[in-house]
């Protein structure tokens, strides 16, 4: 029982930072009608801002750098990429594959075969709850993800920004003749997904994790299926999906020695099994809206 819990915390934890990055996906996409492929080196680059500046500017101001640098990046894409580009969404989309590249290549030749430390408070300590155990960093991340999202989710609905969001996502047109800037609207769903994910990076790389390397953006990935499964045009969907997949990598690999006969390396694998089951029954995923053609 205790190794169970101790799962489903960290589950928990890990589920929450993937809705972080998950929320960058749906946002990007309810603003340009555009899935961004190249959010996993937009981490990578937020992490690696972080790790390099933290000795400098300490944890806070290596973070904050990392979190503007990130966000102006994703600026800079979208001004040069959507805003400048006539073409249709699919081959931006295409296009964002190419600038994922890009980055990466450039960001793990900077890093080589280095692992950086990105300097946060909690090291490796660990809090003893009974008999359970749990590193700091797993409580951290609950903590600031369900900050984030909440203050995110509130600003969505309250604030002038968030409701020019959703009235571009419900009807771009309309909303451009109500005077809407849809420019103005793309870019800063841009730099808000950048910003989250930079934010997500000081967990993925943060202990129990040696620390940031080159293949940190590969875990970004694990929050694609997140966003997909829960609807990649819904906030609630990216917030159920990313606990969603990160319970279902937690528990599959606690248990992974007696999972055996699937195989080893199932943990890799089980977040697409979820989604590729869930799309099966629920094309649109869980709180995906549902396209209506008239027939």
Not at 21 to 41: D, M, P, R
Not at 83 to 110: N, W
Request: charged share 15%; proline share 2%; hydrophobic share 55%.
């Amino acid at each position: 029982m205790t190794r169970l819990l101790e799962l489903l915390i960290n589950g928990l934890s890990l589920g929450a930072v993937y809705a972080l990055i998950a929320l960058g996906f749906v946002v990007i996409f309810k603003a340009t009608e555009v899935v961004n492929f190249a959010h996993a080196s937009l981490l990578l680059l937020g992490g690696y801002v972080t790790a390099t500046l933290h000795d400098d500017l300490g944890f806070v101001g290596g973070l904050a750098a990392g979190i503007v640098v990130a966000a102006a990046v994703g600026a800079l894409v979208e001004f040069v990429l959507l805003r400048r580009a006539k073409a249709r969404r699919d081959v931006i989309a295409i296009a964002t594959i190419g600038i994922d590249i890009v980055l990466t290549a450039e960001l793990s030749r900077r890093l080589g075969t280095s692992v950086l430390a990105l300097g946060d408070p909690w090291g490796d300590k660990v809090v003893h709850l009974g008999g359970i155990t749990i590193a700091q960093t797993r409580i951290a991340a609950l903590i600031v993800a369900a900050v984030l999202i909440a203050a995110f989710l509130t600003a969505f609905k309250y604030t002038p920004w968030g409701i020019s969001m959703r009235a571009v996502a419900e009807d771009s047109e309309t909303a451009a003749l109500m005077g809407i800037r849809l420019g103005r609207i793309s870019m800063s769903a841009w730099c808000v997904a950048g910003a989250l994910a930079a934010v997500a990076a000081v967990f993925i790389a943060a202990f129990p994790t040696p620390g940031l390397d080159r293949t940190t953006s590969l875990v970004a990935l694990k929050a694609f299926p997140a966003a997909i499964l829960g609807g990649l045009d819904s906030m609630t969907g990216a917030l159920v999906g990313g606990l969603l997949i990160g319970l279902t990598e937690s528990l599959v690999g606690g248990y992974q020695n007696d999972l055996t006969f699937l195989g080893r390396g199932l943990t890799d694998v089980a977040p697409y099994a979820v989604m590729i089951v869930i799309l099966l029954v629920r094309p649109s995923g869980l709180f995906g809206t549902r396209e209506v053609s008239r027939v």
